[in-house]
């Protein structure tokens, strides 16, 4: 018997031996097992081994690993899907998310990763980024300043913290892989318990606007065609102790001199804002488009200033994604997409990858209605779920979020060519395509006219809106 045990043991441990022999290596998530000491953050082989150039099969393939809808260099509507598209990967997402929530801790290992945050570890994860980008054939990726590279002890200590990664970053792009935009980190480090440029000490005021400086050279130097504020903790909890007008002056100062800093350095990628209405704050102040919009016009920095529209926070803010969207178009003022959804069940910011069909379809008919949004783009500012924890994950996730997209630009081409949803549109407004019409559109009409006319005609006849046509219509194009 116990002879009996000793064999079987010794059959296990050959097992177990023959496993740790042929599995890919792997650095587990244990500082201890010597990863960590690689100060070169050199990594042998490949991240994602196995994973092969993710290639278009068509609708019919059952690949996980393929394009079904999403055709890079197919035209749609006298464009490449590519120059539609402009997908871009969230590096705080994909490579430094951890699937930890308030109730628990990290449940996502990657095997590159050593459990440190390193500098070397940070290059060691740029890497990876760059394989993941080349093998999803996607040309843009976005960053904060502190995703990519640690805080140092000082400030002078971070930015040559970023320095070091940033260099690694530019010869990782080569010639066709850029960000589609950079931003700084302002809401992780307690400093920034009371806001930014909304807090209410100067000194942290201060060192935002040295943060954001820092991060505008960086996005320039690596060739970014935007840069992004989302003030994450630029509102407020209580107005019991806090001056509204104060604070907003005070982000509207610290807007102003950035676009002096841009101009001042020669960038010439477009400055963005990125409207959420709470989370981490109760109250953000860029609630939403029209409030950022307002905003803007206030402070005299409509010329200078595109949206960024994120799905997920149009929803908590109480709009659809495509009112937001609509929102900023018809304001001239639509210059990037946070590609995302929400949960329709839960209150906050799930992140997580857009797959609804009809919802890619309108987002679409904004961008389509739009000319495109170059050279704004699609970031996946999206995550797997905490449950999702094998690294092919990763790319299922984005495949289908791209997929999904891509459908809702087919879609948008099928309602263009049917037409029949335009023509109901324009029919419901074709009393404005008269000659009072077209004087009350110039501005002409005043109210002795209109009062005149009213007499004239008498009870006006009222037509149907034709929503479930509308409907009817859209759904025959899904
Ligand atoms: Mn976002």
Redesign the pocket.
Known sequence: MIARNILLLLLCSNVFLAAIATAPQTCPADASSGCGDNSSGEWEGEFFPGIPKIKYEGPSSKNPLSYKWYNADEEILGKKMKDWMRFSV?FWHTFRGTGSDPFGVQTKFWPWEDGTNSVAMAKRRMRANFEFLNKLGVDYWCFHDRDIAPDGKTLEESNANLDQVVALAKELQGKKIRPLWGTAQLFVHPRYMHGAATSSEVGVYAYAAAQVKKAIEVTHFLGGENY?F?GGREGYQTLLNTDMGREIDHLARFLQAAVAYKKKIGFNGTLLI?P?PQEPTKHQYDWDAATSIAFLQKYGLLEEFKL?I?C??ATLSGHSCHHELETARINGLLGNI?A?TGDPQIGWDT?QFLTDIGEATMVMLSVVRNGGIAPGGF?F?AKLRRESTDVEDLFIAHISGMDTMARGLRNVAKLIEDGSLAELVRKRYQSFDTEIGAQIEAGKADFEILEKKAMEWGEPKVPSAKQELAEMIFQSAL
């Open positions: 969230a992004v989302w990125e959420k960024n994120e997920n926070h946070d995302n992140d970031n500012d």
